[in-house]
């Protein structure tokens, strides 16, 4: 008898966003005493090296590597390539000998759902939500939809997201809901030699007022009205400066309508930053404008480091934000709103002072990444017994 469970881990890490940070907070926190984890990584053999990848080599993890595809999509179309991962991911999981196999985002799904159910392998799947901004998501995402109908347990990181596949036809039994999490920050003097220490690479002094984003550069995240806001602040006279912090499809989009409106002076563009926690300190509040969300890791991160947030009432947002307790909801599409609330934070410090410290409590005492690990973690043990039985 085998004295650890092994879990194929498997996921598509394109860039180190929401799903890897959620990922890789797990894969660090599991009981490893319990669990032999087996990070299964679907990657693009023509891009550089991977952020992901390197923090889990650095945790000591044995990666298995399946290409999606033979060559990028510029240099022509590879017509077998789900086949080609299916044959592949076949091979490593029934040599394995896996206990359980547990898949995160569409092609994950694709692939790992049919390779586990031939295996006769229990599957489980975390479900972070559906982005539908091209045709080829689309059709992608519908093929998730309907692997997830043969998954043994679906994790939905949101209400928002169960009630969106209970709608579809999956039993809401086989879902269950379990919000993310990240690792607390309570390191006073690290706090602000961070925040000094960046504010000088930034060429921001202490007294400047600064507002930031962090994450993708692609349209359901509002970017756009933080813009507008940004640009209605300007000619009240109110100054502050906007860093944002990612890349993504809307990039060049955004940074030419910041031009447009006379307002460069106004933003930072940093691009991506593998090292996220180092530049949180130096914000004075975060906003988070996007359109559609589930759990976002990003407001979670910037919530357990004290910062005042300011985000669309989207998806869980408001299970997590308490208007005017720890945070600022506003309206997806409102421009006014968000500039309304930047101006209210602006000038009041022992409120933003407040919500902070509210903020980081609630992380502290409801998103802790060691209750959401074990609560993972009995899922495993249920499913694995299920098996055995």
Not at 114 to 132: D, E, K, M, Q
Not at 304 to 321: E, H, L, M, Q
Request: proline residues 4%; hydrophobic residues 40%; positive net charge.
């Amino acid at each position: 008898m085998k004295d650890k469970i092994r879990i194929a881990y498997l996921l598509t890490p394109i860039e180190f966003g929401g799903a890897e940070k959620v990922s890789l907070n797990f894969l660090k926190n599991v009981d490893r005493n319990a669990f032999n984890m087996c990070p299964i990584v679907l990657v693009r053999p023509w891009q550089n090296a991977n952020t992901f990848i390197q923090e889990l080599e650095t945790e000591g993890f044995a990666l298995s590597k399946v290409p999606v595809a033979i060559q990028c999509r510029t240099k022509g179309k590879d017509y077998f390539r789900v086949i080609r991962c299916l044959k592949i991911l076949y091979f490593i999981l029934k040599k394995g000998s896996f206990d359980l196999v547990h898949t995160h985002g569409y092609f994950a799904d694709i692939i790992g759902i049919p390779v586990a159910r031939i295996l006769g392998i229990p599957h489980i799947s975390t479900c972070h939500g559906f982005i539908s901004t091209t045709n080829k998501l689309i059709i992608y995402n519908t093929l998730d939809r309907i692997m997830l109908r043969f998954s043994n347990r679906i994790l939905a990181v949101s209400d928002s997201i169960k009630h969106h596949l209970t709608k579809i036809g999956i039993n809401q039994y086989r879902i269950t809901v379990i919000q993310n999490a990240v690792e607390g920050n309570s390191d006073k003097e690290l706090f602000l030699k961070k925040r000094r220490e960046k504010r000088e690479k930034l060429n921001i002094p202490e007294e400047e007022f600064l507002v930031g984003y962090i994450g993708r550069l692609s349209k359901e995240k509002g970017l756009k009205y933080l813009i507008d806001a940004a640009s209605t602040l300007n000619e009240l006279g109110i100054p502050i400066k906007v860093l944002i912090i990612g890349k993504g499809a809307q990039e060049n989009e955004l940074k030419a309508l910041v031009k447009n409106k006379g307002i460069e002076y106004n933003f930072i563009f940093a691009g991506f930053q593998s090292d996220i926690k180092n530049w949180i300190p130096a914000l004075d509040v975060f906003v988070l404008p996007s359109l559609t969300e589930g759990t976002p890791m990003a407001l979670l991160e910037v919530m357990s480091f004290g910062i005042t947030v300011i985000a669309s009432c989207v998806g869980d947002v408001p299970k997590i934000i308490v208007n005017g307790e720890n945070g600022i909801l506003v309206e997806p599409r409102d421009p006014k709103g968000l500039a309304q609330a930047i101006k209210e934070l602006f000038r009041d410090h022992s409120l933003r002072k407040r919500m902070g410290e509210n903020a980081a409590t609630l992380i502290t005492e409801k998103y802790n990444v060691h209750n959401w690990c074990r609560k993972i973690e009995k899922h495993y043990m249920t499913l694995c017994e299920q098996k055995q039985r």
